[in-house]
Structures are given as structure tokens and as C-alpha cells.
């Protein structure tokens, strides 16, 4: 574990400043000190658990980009030094840079244990950011005004949403590109008001425009480059009347750390293809969309912010 601390009054004083630079909608999307104090406490524990497993754990200062900087290039070089373990991909938080790998059975049974199954460190940070997910996606339906009556879930993968969206009195419809994902969803969706999959691209839904008035998109974007996440942004866009909930891997100095630190890890990417605030919220507009809600999920461990989205126009007579 390599944990990176900054004194809270720095952390909060260089919020501050930062805030007042900040158009209206950026500010909704910066760091929320609040949120982000509330981590502190995960991580704490994180840190008990993984020392009473004897695990190995090194802590860095950073007051500054150019500590931040200094810090990345030591604990490369401690990395380096180490006898590298590549991580196997389903049993992480993120899951791998190749959507090809989800058409494989083995690799999508080990998805669905990574967040699903019994407990394992190697898949703790999986599951809380699974819990995580459901919880700050349960959250964001709920606000949604009027309530969701129809929802598309997509990608459903294996299900993550099921018992978040069983609790809702929502007709549901699950789509995924792959059919090795969805023959794991099949059978965790409640029965009467879910209405089946889809087997396709985000990019190309086949359904008709506006078909849904919701539709909840969780751990693709970060996996998509920019030319698809900006098709399929349009293609949530096109087939809800109203709201769209959806997640995305947002790029920070210490995300671009983090990410750093985790691919010499594990020799590979856990979050392909990151982006900017700036850049997300010009595609966004883009798509006639805007952003009412946002979430970060667990920053210590991942990039993921999940946005509550809404059709521009949507609701006005
Ligand atoms: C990380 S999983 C997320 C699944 C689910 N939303 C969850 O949070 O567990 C990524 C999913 O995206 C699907 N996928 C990848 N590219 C896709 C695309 N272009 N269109 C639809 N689904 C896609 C994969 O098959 C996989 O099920």
C-alpha cells in the first residue's frame, strides 16, 4: 500500500483558493471537502487491515506539486526495485484496458466473484468500491425528479445494479456488449418488472429515441477512448427523455499519480483512457446534456466520479 498524506489544513486552505478559480459547474465537480474527509477514515482502516496482514506499506509526505512530483519518482524507484507481481485484472478495482476480455467466460465468472464473492484482500478494494457504487447510484435515483419509470442499465454487466434497482418501482432493461457478462446478470434482476437484455454496443443502442427516461451507465467510460466515450455520451443522450446517471474517470494531479504508481505496479492500466473536467463537461454540452449531480466514489483508490446528468430542456413546457 503506498499512502500519500497531506496535513488537512493545507488540504483545505488549497481547496479554498482553488474554489474562487472555478467556473459554477466546475465548483460542483472540485474536490468537496467533506467527501473527501470522510475517506480519510477508509483509508485508515484500510491501513490497520493491510498492516495486520503483514502487508507491505510505504508513506509519502506531499505538500505540493512539486513534492507530489518528487514523491511519484521515489516510489517508482522502490517499485521498480521490487519483484513485480502482475495483478490479475478481475480481481481489482478497475478491471482491464480491453473490452475483448469481458467476451471471456473465466474472466467475467472472476468479475463477478471479484465484488460478489467471498472475502479476499486481493479483492477488498473491488467490493467497497462495488458497495460504494450501489449506494451513490441508489442515492442519485432517488433524487431524480420525477422518479425513474423507465431505466436502461447499461452496461449491466453482471448484474452490479440488480438489488439496488429491485428496490425501485422502475421497469427495468439491461444491455451489455458482451454475453458472457450477461449470462452472470441472468436471474439477479427481479422478475416482474425487468423486461430483458440487449446484447450490443453503447455506441449503437437499438432503441428507439428516448425510449427510457433513465439510463444508468457505470465502468465503461474509463474503459473507452475519447471518440467512443464521446459517441456513446451522445447515444445515452438520444435514447433518455430525461436523466442520465453516469460514471467516468476523471483526471487530478494525484489521480495522474495514482494511476502512475498502480500501471508500474501491475504493468498495465486500470483506467485506459481517464479525462479532463474541462473536456468532459465540453462533451457533455455536446451531447445536450448537463450536469445537475455529482459523486466521487472512493478517491484513494479510484477516479471514478459518477454524474447525474440531465437533457437540456428536459421538463420545460
Ligand atoms: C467494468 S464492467 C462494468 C459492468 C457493470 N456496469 C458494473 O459496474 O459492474 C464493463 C462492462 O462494459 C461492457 N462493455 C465494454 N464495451 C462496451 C460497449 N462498447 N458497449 C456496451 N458494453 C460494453 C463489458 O462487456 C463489461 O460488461
Redo the contacts with the bound molecule.
Sequence with gaps: MIRVDTPLELVEARLLERRQRLGPIQRRLELNLKTSFEQVKIVEMLSEMLASQGQRSMKIGCFDERSLTAATEKVLAEVRSMPVRPVDDAGTAE?PND?RQ?QDRTFARR?LTAYAGPFRLKTLAAWMIATL?RRHVARALKQCQPPPAVLLD?????G?LAKVLATMETEVVG????TA?IELARGAYPTSRFHGFACG???QLPFRTAAFDTVVC???MH??PPA?RRN?TKELARVTSRHVIVSFGVLTSFQLFRLKIRRAIVRGTSAPHPVRFADLQTEIEEAGLHITQWRRILPALSCEYLLTLEKVGAGRV
Excluded at 444491455?175 to 458482451?178: F, G, K, R, V, Y
Aim: one cysteine or more.
Design positions: 478491471g473490452e469481458y468479475y457504487e447499461v452496461p449491466c454487466g453482471t452490479k444491455a451489455d456488449l458482451s457478462m454496443s453503447a455506441e457505470l465502468r465503461l474503459l473507452v467512443s456513446i
